[in-house]
């Protein structure tokens, strides 16, 4: 049986309990928790729900080192809004107690939800307003009559040689295609140029 380490974040200077315990999240008790879950999502009255540990649950190893940093009498798994924690309580005082928080291993499906968005967001926002892959470049592309999309515009390197412009962010990008617009507007409202805005667009291309 695999086990998961859960690191403990509430104790009292009265009992040693152990930094880590080993816990193991079977089918029956991922069961109980959804349920609980449930339950907590349509009766708005009730705030928290226990579970009775399975036997399962809790490595032979982490029981015995619990018996042996201090005498227990109560354990039970708290089910508390998104939060899944696991609860001992000391056989000498109802203060000596410790909890060890494994929502974790059984993320509750709006936190998954949350995840994946905030996933998507972080990936849009490298892409937008830089990357940290050296490899990954954005160019500007104009729409041309014969060719189609094109990267026309270029800059001159250390060799004094024309290459094509490229950037390192979206945003460095757009920032270009913006001046350039602004300047393309004013030289026509000067009477300095007649002609019509280009159509641009960004591109992500790889360095490789």
């Not at 928790?33 to 490595?59: D, F, H, M, T």
């Not at 189609?148 to 004094?160: E, P, R």
């Amino acid at each position: 049986m695999t086990y998961s380490i859960i690191k403990k974040f509430f104790y009292t200077e009265f009992c040693s309990w152990p930094d880590e315990i080993e816990l193991c999240v079977t089918p029956r008790l991922h069961d109980q928790i959804e349920s609980a879950r449930n339950i907590l999502k349509y009766n708005s009255n009730v705030q928290k729900l226990y579970i009775e540990v399975p036997s399962e649950v809790i490595s032979k190893q982490s029981f015995i080192d619990m018996q042996y940093a201090c005498r227990f009498e109560m354990h039970s798994i708290i089910v508390e809004d998104v939060h899944v924690r696991y609860y001992v309580e000391s056989a000498w005082s109802k203060t000596i107690r410790a909890e060890y928080d494994f929502t974790h291993l059984i993320p509750h499906p709006v936190i998954e939800v949350l995840n994946n968005e905030n996933q998507a967001l972080d990936a849009n926002i490298a892409e937008r307003y830089g990357t940290q892959d050296s490899g990954v470049l954005y160019e500007v592309q104009t729409l041309t009559a014969s060719d189609g999309w094109l990267n026309t515009w270029s800059v001159i390197d250390d060799d004094n040689k024309s290459i094509p412009q490229t950037f390192t962010s979206y945003r460095a990008a757009q920032k270009e295609i913006d001046e350039h617009i602004a300047d393309t507007n004013e030289a026509i409202e000067n009477g300095d140029l007649d002609a019509v805005i280009d159509e641009f667009r960004i591109v992500k291309i790889s360095q490789i």
